[in-house]
């Protein structure tokens, strides 16, 4: 309809000579208008994504700290329960000597007592040479130092004991309150999921909404800029519409692997993984679909929940929500070279944090408002962007 609606106003311009008649510039009027009407309607449309953004943005980052918070709580855990072991293996070490020295206790009542050992000052009274009563009374004074010592030695084991199984109460109800903790957490994460969805359906929709908008108000325009061209300039062919062709789709099976000492970045080339499994769905360099703009990654789908992995060594840098790229984490490699992980549903990592090859460092998601899930994956020297593929292996 509006291919046939220029055609005439062209054949009206040649059919005049370049002039432009009452009725041209009352359509040239209301293509204008109509243009200011959508430009509005764009504004208004962009406020209100820009709303539903924030929101999106705030359920998003907490996903990734409850995330987060997850496996520190679950490390904890374990950390608990090796304590609780340790504590559980000295109290059985205790009870075992405290019951030896019961047993040695017993033995030195018995020789002592049972055997008819007179006291000092029958010993002293019994006539016997003042040498061999000394000795005696010497003997008798160790036995009795050695019992006291075996006393206290066993009182205090028993202390001891008693102290460790009130720390191990104390670990154990440590225990139970990280237990508590994490399923509370992981309400909150599926109360979060849920926002996340709500917000993200809101968003698609105005999204949706907007491409439409935006489609419209490009037609609108290159049909005024026809329309303007035909009318001043008669001779000159109206400009055809060139629809750009897509990359081709690959799919990649391998992801880096755990290595002790990485080289430097620049001789990894030729030897690098992506960072997720998953179908490549565009080429560096080519038109995105969506706004046309040149590619200077690329998209990774994946199932959310993927883990996304390091490609080499490198210190992260940057750890947040971006728009346009949701949770974002960027890996600075040294030499100038960085590798970008973009859309995460959660990232696991902090700004500072040293990563080794196939380190896992974030979860696939659809986060920064895109609606498939997977991973975006940049790699740039010294700011500038390059083709992944030239570095990496699919094979």
């Known amino acids: ?21 009452a009725s041209e510039k009352e359509q040239l009027r209301a293509v204008r208008e109509r243009l200011e009407q959508l430009q509005k309607a764009l504004a ?63 033995e030195l009542i018995r020789v002592r007592y049972m055997g008819g050992e007179p006291s000092p000052l029958k010993l002293l009274l019994s006539g016997r040479e003042q040498g061999e009563t000394a000795r005696l009374l010497t003997y008798q004074a160790y036995v009795a130092r050695a019992q006291g010592e075996f006393l206290h030695r066993l009182q205090t084991d028993v202390e001891q004991l008693g102290a460790l199984e009130a720390q191990a109460r104390a670990r154990r109800e440590e225990l139970a309150a990280l237990v508590a ?57 109206r400009a055809r519409a060139k629809t750009p062709g897509g990359g081709t789709v690959a799919r990649n099976e391998h992801v880096p692997q755990a290595s002790e000492r990485n080289a430097a970045f620049a001789e990894l080339k030729g030897r690098l993984r992506l960072p997720v499994r998953g179908e490549l769905a565009n080429r560096f360099g080519t038109p995105r679909p969506d706004t046309g703009l040149t590619a200077k990654g690329l998209f990774i789908r994946a199932r959310t929940g993927e883990e996304v992995r390091a490609v ?18 960027i890996v600075d490699h040294g030499g100038g070279y ?41 790699m740039r020297h010294l700011g500038r962007p390059f083709d992944p593929l030239s570095w990496v292996s699919l094979k």
């Open 44 to 106: 208004k449309t962009e406020r209100e994504r820009e709303r539903a953004a924030d929101q999106l943005r705030a359920s998003e980052k907490a996903i990734s700290e409850a995330n987060l918070r997850l496996r520190e709580l679950k490390q904890a855990e374990r950390e608990a329960e090796r304590a609780l072991r340790e504590l559980s293996g000295r109290m059985a070490t205790l009870e075992r000597d405290i019951e030896r020295q019961r047993q040695r206790l017993a």
């Open 338 to 378: 960085m590798t970008i992980y973009g859309h995460n549903e959660a990232i696991l990592k902090r700004p500072g944090d040293f990563v080794r090859a196939g380190e896992v460092i974030a979860t696939v998601g659809a986060t920064g408002g895109n609606e498939t899930p997977g991973l975006y994956f940049e």
């Open 312 to 329: 080499a060594d490198g210190e992260v840098v940057y750890a947040d929500w971006m728009r346009g790229f949701g949770n974002l984490l």
């Open 1 to 21: 309809m509006a291919s046939r609606w220029v055609a005439v106003l062209l054949a009206a311009a040649l059919a005049h000579g370049g002039s432009v008649c």
């Open 181 to 237: 903790e994490q399923q509370r957490e992981r309400a909150k994460l599926d109360a979060q999921r849920a926002e996340r969805r709500t917000v993200l359906a809101r968003i698609s929709g105005e999204l949706r909404a907007q491409r439409k908008e935006i489609e419209a108000a490009k037609r609108d325009e290159a049909r005024l800029a026809r329309v303007v061209e035909a009318l001043t300039k008669a001779s000159r062919d």
